[in-house]
């Protein structure tokens, strides 16, 4: 059975920083590239950022030089650490994980707000 299971959600206040964490089973993570993905209320779901096999990032443009994507295969976990944070990055957060099959994790939220 695959699961993709995020913690490190929370509150913070503006200017603050978390760090989220993805752990993965059931799959051969070194083999996937991997992400996160968020949505607001209201809003469809976008990429956040995202890592492949090899170690190439994307961010998305509202969120580069703030927020910094890692993996360690031998932990078969995925990160995301967030700096400066503000309030429009409020959203829950997904990890996303893709090889043959595309994959989900059940989302943490992230409150923003002062």
């Known amino acids: 059975q695959v699961q993709l299971v995020e913690s490190g959600g929370g509150w913070v206040q503006p200017g603050g920083s978390l760090r989220l964490s993805c752990t993965a089973s059931?799959?051969?993570?070194?083999?996937?590239?991997v992400g996160w993905y968020r949505q607001a209320p209201g809003k469809e779901r976008e990429l956040v950022a995202r890592?492949?096999?090899?170690?190439?990032?994307t961010y998305a443009d509202s969120v580069k030089d703030r927020f910094a994507i890692s993996r360690d295969n031998a932990k078969n976990t995925l990160y995301l650490q967030m700096s400066s944070l503000k309030p429009e990055d409020t959203a829950v957060y997904y990890c996303n994980a893709v090889f043959t099959y595309n994959y989900w994790g059940q989302g943490t939220q992230v409150t923003v707000s002062s």
């Open positions: 890592i492949t096999r090899s170690g190439t990032t």
């Open positions: 059931g799959i051969l993570f070194n083999m996937h590239a």
